[in-house]
């Protein structure tokens, strides 16, 4: 009986050397996976942060000549509406100047032709 209490005792010892083991080993393995993931983190995530951030600036200069295009153009729009307005109104200008020619140049001449006795 004495003999099965040791040999328990020493199972038992040999279990948690084991399991003692088995820690270190998975603290170790932990330890090794951070190293690596440093590692990976130097070797490729670090680069294509760097890559994100020159893209990112790259899409708000992008954004920021956008909005000046849609400011030039909304100045440019206006500018055109104004001269199109412009435009129109000089031309009906011209027209009731050359209406009005026209019927004083009638006139004239009717009264010139009846001086004369032509008509």
């Known amino acids: 009986c004495i003999f099965l209490f040791i040999s328990y005792v020493a199972h038992i010892k040999t279990i948690q050397e084991i399991a003692s ?16 993931s440093d590692e990976f983190r130097k070797k490729h995530i670090i680069p294509l942060e760097k890559q994100m951030d020159a893209v990112n600036t790259l899409a708000q200069s992008v954004v920021g000549d956008w909005e000046f295009l849609e400011k030039r153009e909304e100045r440019m729009r206006k500018t055109s509406e104004a001269t199109q ?35």
Request: proline share 0%; glycine share 2%; aromatic share 14%.
């Open 21 to 36: 083991y088995e820690e270190n080993r998975k603290m170790q393995s932990q330890f090794e996976k951070q190293q690596k």
């Open 85 to 119: 307005s412009r435009v129109r109104t000089f031309s009906y200008v011209s027209i009731t100047i050359l209406i009005a020619s026209i019927i004083a140049q009638s006139i004239y001449l009717k009264g010139f032709f009846q001086k004369k006795k032509l008509m």
